[in-house]
C-alpha cells in the first residue's frame, strides 16, 4: 500500500463515526472524540443507555418522535412486556392481582410498593374515608357547565379547581405529605368522577357513604336514582372492580409522563391529575373505549357489513382506524384484554344481554384476527375494545366510559407523581431539533 492510501485510511479513521457497544457500555467515536455512556441495568426488560452528559460531550441531541425509544425515568412501579402481552403490577402478575385482590388493595400495592397487611389495609382504608366529601362549594362550579359538556372536560375542571379547596395538598415535600395529598385525591376524585355524570342527566347530587367499599360508593354516588332504593348488584360491583384494577396502571403511558412532567414543575398534585385527565381524554388513549362503541354504533346503522369496515381501516387512503385494535407497546395481545374478554363473556351471560352493536363487536374481532393485514401488524384488541362492550353491557352512558377508565388510573398517576417527586427527578424539559427559517431581520408590515 502507498504511503498515500495508508495515509487515506488513517484519515477516514480518524474522520469516522461510530457507536460501540459493550456489556456496559456503549462508545460513541463522533467528530475524532471518543466518549462513553453507561448501560443502566434493569430488573426486567429494557436496559438504557445513559445518555445525560451527550449534549455537554458532543453538542448532539436524540430525536425520538413519540419517545418510541426513550426511557423517561428510573421506575419501579409497573412492567410490561409487549412483545410477549405480560404486565406486572409492583412484581405481581396482573392476571393473580385481578382475580385474587381488589381496587383498593391495588391502590395501596401501587403507592406503597407492598400489599398491605390487614391493619395497614384498615388504615388506608379509614384515612380515604376521612375525606368522602367534595365542599359543597364545588357544586357551584358544577353548576356553570352546561349539561351537554363532555365529562371528561367537566372532570379535568373540577378536578384542578379542587386545589382552591385543599391548598395544603398543593406544596407537598415530604413523603408523609405525598401520602396525605394522595389520600385526599383518592378519595375526592371518585365524588367528581361519579357528579360529572349526574351533571349529565340531570340527576341530584350525592355525597359518599363510609359503610360502602370504594367501588361500591363509586357505584351508589353515580348511579343511584332519587325515586327508588338503590339496589347494589354483586355483579355490577365486580365487574367495577376488575375494570379499575385493570386500568391501574400501565408505566409511562401518554396520561401517566403528562402527569410526570406536569409535577416535574412542582405544581400540585391535583393539576397535575387533571392535565393527566386531558391527555386521557384522546381517542388515540383512553378515549378509545367511547371512540370503540361509537364505531360500532356507525357500523351498525351503516348496515353491519364488518368486512366493509376491515377494508376500509385498512386502505391507507382512508384515514379510519379499527378502534380498540393496535398498541404502541404490546405487539402480542394485550393481557389485560384477555382478561376483561372473559368477564365480558361472563357479564353479557349473566345478565342475558343481546345487543347488535356488541355481535358487531364479536365479529369485526373474529375477521380482525383473521385478516393478514391485522395480524402481520400485530394489531390485537387492547383492552378499550373489551371495556367499552363491557359499560354497555352495564347501562353506563358512552361519554362516561373515559371518566371510568380516568378513575381506573388514578393509583396508577398519583404512585408515578410521588415517584417522580421522592426520586428528585428534575423538571421535564425536552430538546428539540430546530428546522425552521434561519436567522432574520423584522420588516416593517407596509414593506412586506
Ligand atoms: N386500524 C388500522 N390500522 C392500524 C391501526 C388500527 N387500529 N392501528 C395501527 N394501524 C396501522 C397503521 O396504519 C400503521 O400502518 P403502516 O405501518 O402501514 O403505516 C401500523 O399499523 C402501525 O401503526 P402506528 O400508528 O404507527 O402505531 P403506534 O404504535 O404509533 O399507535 C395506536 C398505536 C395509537 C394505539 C394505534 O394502534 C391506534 O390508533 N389504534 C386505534 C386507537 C386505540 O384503540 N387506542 C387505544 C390504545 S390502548 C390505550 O390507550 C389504553
New binding site residues.
Given amino acids: 500500500m502507498s504511503e498515500l492510501s495508508l495515509f487515506a485510511l488513517f484519515y477516514v479513521y480518524l474522520n469516522q463515526n461510530y457507536i460501540i457497544m459493550s456489556d456496559n457500555k456503549v462508545i460513541l467515536n463522533y467528530d475524532g472524540n471518543s466518549y462513553e455512556y453507561p448501560i443502566v441495568d434493569s430488573t426486567l426488560g429494557d436496559r438504557g443507555i445513559d445518555i445525560s452528559k451527550l449534549r455537554d460531550q458532543t453538542g448532539l441531541i436524540t430525536l425520538d418522535l413519540?419517545y418510541?425509544n426513550t426511557g423517561a425515568t428510573l421506575s419501579d412501579i409497573t412492567y410490561l412486556d409487549g412483545d410477549k402481552g405480560e404486565l406486572y403490577y409492583r412484581g405481581y402478575p396482573i392476571e393473580q392481582i385481578a382475580e385474587k385482590s381488589n381496587f383498593t388493595e391495588v391502590m395501596y400495592l401501587l403507592l406503597h410498593g407492598e400489599l398491605p397487611t390487614e391493619n395497614q389495609f384498615t388504615s388506608f382504608d379509614n384515612n380515604i374515608k376521612k375525606y368522602n366529601f367534595v365542599a359543597d362549594e364545588m357544586k357551584k362550579i358544577l353548576d356553570v357547565f352546561p349539561r351537554s359538556a363532555h365529562p371528561m372536560g367537566v372532570l379535568s375542571s373540577l378536578t384542578s379547581a379542587l386545589t382552591a379547596f385543599n391548598p395544603k395538598a398543593v406544596n407537598v415535600n415530604s413523603k408523609e405529605e405525598m401520602d396525605h395529598a394522595a389520600e385526599l385525591m383518592l378519595a375526592k376524585f371518585s365524588h367528581l368522577c361519579a357528579w360529572t355524570y349526574r351533571k349529565t342527566q340531570g340527576l341530584p347530587i350525592n355525597h359518599g357513604d363510609n359503610s360502602l367499599s370504594y367501588v361500591e360508593n363509586f357505584y351508589r354516588m353515580a348511579f343511584r336514582l332519587p325515586n327508588e332504593e338503590f339496589v347494589m348488584d354483586p355483579v355490577v360491583v365486580n365487574a367495577l372492580d376488575k375494570l379499575l384494577i385493570l386500568?391501574a396502571d400501565?408505566e409511562q403511558?401518554?396520561s401517566t409522563s403528562t402527569v410526570r412532567m406536569v409535577g416535574s414543575a412542582h405544581t400540585g398534585l391535583f393539576a397535575s391529575i387533571s392535565a393527566g385527565v386531558s391527555a386521557?381524554w384522546g381517542?388515540?388513549?383512553?378515549?378509545?373505549?367511547q371512540?370503540?362503541i361509537e364505531m360500532l354504533e356507525m357500523i351498525e346503522a351503516d348496515g353491519g357489513d364488518v368486512n366493509k369496515w376491515v377494508e376500509k381501516?385498512?386502505n391507507?387512503e382512508d384515514n379510519?382506524?379499527?378502534?380498540?385494535?393496535?398498541?404502541?407497546?404490546?405487539k402480542n395481545f394485550?393481557p389485560r384484554a384477555k382478561i376483561i374478554k372473559k368477564a365480558a363473556d361472563d357479564i353479557l351471560n349473566a345478565l342475558g344481554i343481546q345487543d347488535k352493536a356488541l355481535d358487531i363487536a364479536m365479529q369485526l374481532e373474529k375477521v380482525?384476527l383473521e385478516d393478514d393485514?391485522?395480524v402481520s401488524?400485530k394489531?390485537y384488541p387492547?383492552?378499550?375494545?373489551y371495556s367499552g362492550i363491557i359499560y354497555r353491557a352495564l347501562g353506563i352512558p358512552t361519554e362516561m366510559f373515559t371518566v371510568m377508565?380516568a378513575l381506573g388510573r388514578l393509583p396508577g398517576w398519583i404512585s408515578q407523581w410521588k415517584e417522580m417527586r421522592l426520586h428528585g427527578d428534575p423538571i421535564g424539559r425536552p430538546r428539540q431539533v430546530y428546522q425552521g427559517a434561519g436567522v432574520r431581520d423584522y420588516v416593517a408590515m407596509t414593506n412586506r
Fill in positions: 413519540g418510541k386500568h400501565h403511558n401518554c386521557l381517542p388515540l388513549h383512553g378515549g378509545a373505549n371512540a370503540v381501516a385498512k391507507k379510519f382506524r379499527l378502534m380498540g385494535f393496535g398498541h404502541r407497546v404490546y394485550d380482525a393485514y391485522f401488524k394489531l387492547n383492552v378499550d375494545f377508565f
